[in-house]
């Protein structure tokens, strides 16, 4: 069962609860925690929480709260995250290489988080058959191929702007369903595919709003 | 002047309109825009682009469309993209090695960029003293003073977790008003502080959720 109409404001705000979750799931003995807690780690205000979180069910009781590994078990399905998705990464530079150093070593540490670099990609030959964290960077190729070979469903896209629609079009077409896209251009792909963006200067601009001389 | 109360999902999509218009500026001798066209550049309704932009002023004519230099200097402007911005980045591992090099190349290309590092710091003795693009890494101690002496308004933080609530305590103490947040963490701060989150875990984890098997 999924919940389609769940606005994507609400879908931003469920993996930041889980990283709560997490946290306190290997810290401390916690068993329950209120929607105030959770709301203030998480940056939330409570009432929101509740809100957000009832949209999929009712998972707490008024007055006692959330049964933490109940709700983290639940969020986790919500998100799709109690099985493995395999990523792609294209466009292995500083970016890209630190991206999957990061994520690779956070999997090792954790295969239940889920969600895992398994191929990689880059046009420059000199790159092609090294490695990082002992997966080979192949050519584009056979990225089609890879994709489908490795049931490939999400891809990170770390290649200059001018690139990006093209491999992001040959993703989709190869049958990837969710891109992280941190090329400084919107990505055009059908109604069916989810696009992300993480375009740091997109980010850094929008901070700057914020910098008023007082 | 300032528009306080505009929404933060206003101004998130206002850097997205900018980057189309200094596209298009570079790219072809456009002199009009529609909103239709911005819109389908920028992936928004062109309905959204009229109404996000008429909370600033009246920047087109119905069935003409936008002059596109005037909107750029305006998006520019209410995004305080017109005056140059000093940024620190805490943690030169390679996340923050690639984020730092990305940032500073841009900015030599285009110094109207206007959003510029001109600081790192790290706690790593065996990285302190040495140059990423020329700007040197300087030991966390004097992370105060040089914030203050620098004029720095704008923090990276790409420290691990554990270290990135004190970082961000100190950057807030010495004066700091933006902070783009790379560490897994929820991070607390005066209200008058604006963070952004760039936490890669929590939009894949999100992008998981849309992973449905059809």
Redesign the interface.
């Given at each position: 069962m999924?919940w389609k109409k769940i606005s994507d404001a609400v879908?931003?705000r469920?993996?930041?609860y889980?990283?709560?979750l997490d946290?306190l799931a290997h810290k401390e003995k916690v068993k329950l925690i209120s929607s105030q807690e959770l709301g203030e780690?998480?940056?939330v205000s409570p009432a929101l929480v509740r809100k957000d979180l009832a949209w999929f069910g009712e998972f707490g009781k008024q007055g006692v709260g959330y049964e933490l590994e109940y709700l983290r078990h639940e969020l986790r399905r919500?998100?799709?995250?109690d099985v493995n998705?395999r990523?792609a990464l294209i466009g292995v530079?500083?970016?890209g290489?630190?991206?999957t150093?990061?994520n690779i070593r956070?999997y090792r540490e954790n295969p239940d988080f889920?969600?895992h670099i398994v191929a990689l990609f880059d046009s420059d030959a000199e790159l092609i058959g090294s490695e990082v964290e002992d997966v080979q960077i192949q050519p584009l190729d056979v990225l089609e191929q890879t994709v489908e070979d490795m049931g490939i469903?999400?891809a990170?896209i770390t290649v200059p702007a001018s690139d990006a629609q093209t491999v992001a079009q040959r993703l989709v077409n190869a049958g990837v369903?969710?891109?992280?896209n941190f090329a400084?251009?919107?990505?055009?792909v059908p109604d069916d595919v989810?696009v992300?963006s993480?375009?740091?200067?997109?980010?850094?601009?929008?901070?700057?709003?914020?910098?008023?001389e007082e």
């Open positions: 999924r879908v931003r469920l993996p930041l889980l990283r709560v946290d780690l998480a940056g919500i998100l799709n995250l998705h990523v530079g500083s970016l290489g630190a991206l150093r990061y956070r889920n969600l469903e999400m990170i369903k969710a891109i992280l400084p251009i919107t990505l055009h989810q992300a993480a375009d740091l200067t997109l980010e850094l601009q929008r901070l700057a709003y914020y910098l008023v």
